[in-house]
């Protein structure tokens, strides 16, 4: 029988004190995210499949000050988010940051849609959509479509299909493949990012660069940082500049249209 969903969900005790460039590439991430949020001043986010750690709402509750912060954060996911029961209620985060555990956003957004309607300014979705059919990811994606409105942004991350996809994941999507799902579900892409990828495939990259172009020059500053860092870092560090090598890409998307609406 076909898996239509998989519930696995990184966490932090899975890795403590290990180095591994995936959690390393998480972690940059949520950093990235936070700091988007804040410059942006994107003031109401979605996350639907905030992981069971909610680790974005906790970076978000961390940031010093108020003016970076979303005046409200709301995170779902299909698993227990233990975190739930770590906060003190009737505090201003509680009212801020809402968590909705055990919750499908494919087959319950609409009860969401009830409750926010095209509220959110912003929608998140790290690592999420490789864990379920390519069915499920279309109508995740026009779903998340849905909750935003018009010229809203979208930032997406998953894995790039290359020789092998991960025995945890459903379905894995090239990046032409999912460029096409991304417009087909009503978004422009205007930028990506590479999360992580292999020392070899970013030297290669470099390597082959035309003498002209400014990131030739990184060739010597990246082998030498190699010299001290291990390649788990090494495999984040400039990855954010070639996405076409990397493994694993960020994307940044804008709403343009709505073709959920044909499919409520």
């Not at 010093?64 to 209620?89: C, K, M, Q």
């Not at 919750?103 to 864990?131: C, K, M, P």
């Not at 082959?208 to 990246?222: M, Q, T, W």
């Amino acid at each position: 029988m076909t898996r239509e969903f998989d519930t696995t969900s990184l966490t932090h005790s899975q890795h403590r004190l290990k180095i591994h460039r995936d959690y390393l590439a998480h972690v940059f991430r949520w950093g990235w995210a936070t700091r988007y949020i804040g410059v942006n001043k994107h003031r109401r986010v979605l996350e639907p499949g905030c992981g069971s750690d909610a680790p974005l709402a906790q970076s978000l509750m961390r940031v010093p000050g108020t003016s970076f912060r979303p005046e409200l954060y709301v995170g779902v996911d299909i698993n227990a988010i233990p975190y739930l029961r770590t906060r003190r209620s009737g505090t201003a985060a509680e009212s801020t940051y809402r968590l909705y555990e055990h919750f499908n956003f494919v087959e319950e957004w609409r009860t969401l849609y009830t409750e926010y309607g095209q509220s959110f300014d912003l929608a998140v979705s790290f690592e999420v959509i490789e864990h379920m059919t390519e069915a499920h990811g279309d109508t995740y994606l026009w779903a998340i479509n849905a909750m935003l409105p018009m010229g809203a942004t979208l930032l997406l991350s998953t894995p790039v299909l290359g020789r092998a996809q991960a025995r945890n994941h459903i379905r894995e999507y090239t990046i032409d493949e999912l460029h096409s799902k991304l417009t087909h579900s009503g978004f422009d892409v205007t930028d990506r990012f590479g999360t992580f990828a292999s020392y070899t495939d970013v030297m290669n990259t470099l390597v082959a660069l035309d003498e002209d172009d400014p990131r030739k020059s990184l060739v010597e500053v990246y082998d030498r940082q190699r010299q001290f860092y291990g390649d788990e870092v090494m495999a984040c560090y400039l990855a954010p500049l070639f996405p076409d090598a990397a493994r694993n890409n960020v994307w940044v998307c804008r709403k343009t249209f709505e073709p959920w609406k044909d499919h409520t």
